[in-house]
């Protein structure tokens, strides 16, 4: 059972325009949410996140935006830039601590962004 | 030069033997994590520890086994009771286990079993 989806394989976008990346979600319980960006052969790195008590958190180029409702969660990242091509993974987690799942993250299966100049 | 160091990059295996992969972190973290990415999936959660001496299933524990001896090891080993081990893994570490935590990724290890 796939809690997390990524259901774009592949997204490919010039350079200086928008990439929009998106991700949805079926367990309710999930109340925080991540994105991370990875190279080939190389780990993970933390991009950015969002609790589930807002609906939009930036960081500089990157904006991530939470539709509760809809159980969806989308990564813009504007402008894009050849070196944001990677593999970008939607993470999500709940924080009650206590229960077997604490701390522990469930991935989408990644949506490869190419970016060309 | 502070992170998480997994030893080797690449390690081949004949079918049968158990390996031991290596994971080591300098971060001072309670918390740490095994992964495995299979192509077109995401990682998936084998095991983890938020304490040393101590240590969770995660989704796909089966064939593995883990030991928490030191806070900055967490040695992860494929048995031969996994039927499907070639693939890449992930070691991570966190400052808590706590889920807003930061998850800090190594490098990986791409076992392939032959």
Redesign the interface.
């Known amino acids: 059972d796939q809690q997390v989806k990524q259901n774009s394989p592949s997204l490919s976008v010039q350079e200086g325009r928008i990439s929009i990346l998106n991700c949805d979600y079926t367990n309710s319980m999930f109340d925080y949410f991540l994105w991370y960006k990875k190279y080939p052969a190389e780990g993970p790195t933390f991009l950015i996140s969002i609790s589930s008590i807002k609906d939009k958190n930036e960081d500089g180029r990157f904006t991530v935006f939470l539709n509760k409702s809809a159980k969806h969660l989308s990564l813009h990242i504007v402008p894009s830039q050849p070196g944001d091509s990677a593999v970008y993974f939607c993470a999500a987690t709940h924080g009650r601590p206590g229960g077997t799942s604490y701390g522990k993250l469930t991935f989408g299966q990644g949506t490869i962004l190419t970016v060309h100049p | 030069d502070g992170g998480?160091t997994?030893s080797p990059?690449y390690l081949f295996r004949k079918e049968g033997q158990n390996v031991t992969l290596s994971c080591e972190q300098n971060l001072n973290h309670d918390?740490m994590y095994w992964?495995r990415q299979d192509p077109?999936?995401?990682?998936?959660?084998i095991y983890?520890s938020?304490i040393v001496n101590d240590f969770?299933k995660?989704d796909i524990a089966e064939g593995y086994s883990v030991s928490r001896e030191k806070k900055e090891s967490f040695p992860l080993t494929v048995t031969s009771a996994q039927k499907n081990p070639t693939a890449f893994y992930?070691c991570?570490s966190?400052m808590?286990?706590?889920?807003?935590?930061?998850?800090?990724?190594?490098?990986?290890t791409?076992l392939t079993v032959l």
């Open positions: 998480i997994q990059k918390a992964y077109g999936q995401g990682l998936r959660l983890y938020q969770q995660g992930l991570a966190s808590t286990g706590y889920s807003t935590d930061t998850q800090y990724f190594g490098p990986g791409r």
